[in-house]
């Protein structure tokens, strides 16, 4: 009888300490931060943030072309790369396949490009209009419906507005245009964890 009982002890303890990490932020296809890894200041508000360079940028949630909804900090840990952008700017539609092609180079170096469309066509940006943007131009990265213009703060002067930001979502450069793919790749190397 006690063998039985340590043997049920050891494994209950080897199961506890092999628990999968648990995905922060809501369910969705993307990549997906650990609530272990994200630090309690960004989950309980605690962390100050801004839209200056070198602040944290505040966190928010989008749906994605999909309908889903995606949250900022669940990109915490990888370099990520803003496009503010609308449906209907000429630059914007003339950098579109270089920042598809991007987003599938760039996947393996620990880096995202989020791309939120902050008008449509005509009138507010809708998930419609965000998976007529996939359509066109192919895209396979998230594209996230800023219905209400949310971050339209960020801009630096008009469409399209890039901010690149680090692993722990501080603002590196306020506008990476013209696309530069070659700057987000060499921060993701700078800044990649050491194993």
Not at 26 to 46: C, F, I, K, M, R
Not at 49 to 56: E, N, R, S
Not at 94 to 104: D, G, I, K, M, Q
Not at 129 to 143: C, F, L, R, S
């Amino acid at each position: 009888m006690v063998r039985i009982a340590f043997a049920t002890l050891g494994i209950v303890a080897l199961v506890a300490c092999t628990k999968e990490p648990t995905p922060y932020g809501p369910e969705n296809l993307w990549y997906h931060t650990t609530v272990e890894a994200l630090p309690q200041a960004y989950q309980d508000g605690s962390q100050p943030t801004g839209i200056g360079m070198g602040d944290v940028v505040p966190n928010f949630t989008l749906r994605d072309q999909h309908g889903d909804d995606v949250e900022l900090y669940q990109f915490y840990g990888q370099v990520v790369q803003l496009v503010l952008f609308a449906q209907w700017c000429g630059p914007c539609q003339e950098e579109a396949p270089e920042v598809e092609a991007a987003s599938v180079d760039l996947a393996e170096s620990g880096a995202v490009i989020l791309e939120v469309m902050l008008q449509a066509n005509e009138g507010p940006s809708s998930v419609e209009a965000a998976n007529e943007w996939v359509d066109e131009y192919g895209v396979t990265h998230p594209i996230l419906a800023d219905i209400s213009e949310s971050q339209s703060p960020m801009l630096q002067g008009g469409f399209p507005t890039l901010p690149l930001l680090d692993r722990e979502l501080r603002i590196v450069s306020l506008d990476n245009w013209p696309f530069d793919a070659n700057s987000i790749e060499q921060l993701a190397i700078d800044t990649a964890p050491e194993e």
